[in-house]
């Protein structure tokens, strides 16, 4: 394989990779906009127009740290089961009946963006 | 003939036909004055996918005949007051402050009033539109009572209802109707199937489904029940 030919094959490969990983995050920020600034933020910060009615204060997914400390299985599982199910709080609805597997998985994605400015 | 009966039957001849329209007259009224901001039959969710709901400038209104008491529509149309206080779809009317988000009121749209009978046709008219008899008719729930702090406790503790939805003025959050006075707009059934599968009336609906048993929502409807009894 000469220099070309495996360049241009690397250049197709890094592509194909990065295509569907550069997407969700995408679709992440859409799903975000539309269900989870409501409590957790038009900036991500914790802050949406809920919060004074709220007894717990939604996480600030763009507070580095706090989001470190979750894996992203647990963050999968917060969104589609509810807080409960990672003995948070009930006001952290279970959105499973709203949102498909994929969907959840983009905004995990975007999720990683919004806390640590990487794309997944 | 007098001219007498003449001008009877004239007039008989005139007002016929205007009568046998009028039925007609709300779903026309509905199609040019309601369609340009509520869904009047079902859209394809499947192809416009979640962004749908950010395009909504109105709640979808094809299935407003399972959904209303058709005396609080004619009457709401008459006189509407906002029952979204952040509006239909909140971010678009929602901006940060230096205190967290609020909602701007410039971005909040009013909407029009209707004379009494143009409210009594286009309430005549949604009021046929019934999709979902089939969810309505799976509905258990029978209208109950609850007590006041039992009932507080499952909407806010339990269940978390308040972060989005008002009980009273003033109290509970700003991305959801208030419910203060669901009883009085919504039947019943409806109020009862919506907390039991939201999705299933509406699949871009931000409401979540809390996978409540027959129980809990029954004592969900109920709060809604007491609260809504006591409205003026």
Not at chain 2, 31 to 49: I, K, S, T, V
Not at chain 2, 78 to 106: C, H, I, M, N, Y
């Amino acid at each position: 394989m000469n220099l070309a030919t495996s360049m241009t094959a690397a250049v197709t490969l890094v592509l194909t990779l990065a295509l569907p990983v550069a997407a969700e995050p995408q679709q992440g920020k859409a799903l975000y906009d539309i269900y989870c600034t409501q409590c957790h933020g038009v900036n991500g910060d914790g802050k949406g127009v809920n919060v004074p009615a709220m007894s717990v204060q939604p996480r600030n997914h763009t507070d580095r740290g706090e989001m470190s400390a979750r894996t992203d299985e647990e963050l999968f599982k917060a969104i589609k089961h509810g807080g409960k199910s990672i003995n948070k709080s009930v006001l952290m609805p279970a959105w499973g009946g709203n949102l498909s597997d994929d969907d959840i998985d983009a905004l995990v994605s975007y999720l990683r963006e919004l806390c640590c400015g990487n794309g997944g | 003939m007098t001219l007498k009966t003449l001008t009877a039957a004239l007039l008989l001849a005139a007002v016929a036909p205007l009568a046998a329209a009028a039925a007609g007259d709300g779903e026309a009224l509905a199609r040019d004055n309601c369609a340009g901001c509520h869904a009047l039959e079902r859209p394809d969710y499947q192809a416009l996918g979640h962004g749908e709901r950010a395009t909504r400038k109105g709640p979808p209104l094809y299935y407003a005949g399972n959904k209303f008491r058709a005396e609080w529509l004619e009457a709401w149309l008459q006189k509407p007051e906002r029952l979204r206080p952040a509006g239909v779809f909140p971010p678009a009317a929602v901006t940060s402050g230096p205190d967290g988000d609020v909602v701007d009121p410039t971005a909040l749209v009013e909407h029009p009033a209707l004379d009494a009978n143009e409210a009594r046709l286009v309430s005549e008219y949604l009021m046929t539109l019934r999709p979902h008899d089939d969810l309505i008719a799976a509905v258990t729930y029978q209208p109950g009572t609850i007590a006041q702090r039992m009932g507080e406790l499952n909407f806010t503790k339990f269940n978390g209802c308040d972060a989005c939805h008002q009980d009273a003025p003033g109290y509970g959050g700003f991305s959801g109707p208030e419910l203060y006075t669901a009883w009085q707009r919504l039947q019943p059934a409806f109020i009862a199937a919506v907390i039991a599968d939201p999705a299933a009336w509406d699949p871009n609906t931000l409401m979540p489904n809390a996978g409540l048993n027959e129980a809990a929502v029954g004592r969900l409807a109920n709060y809604l029940k007491l609260i809504g009894e006591k409205q003026p």
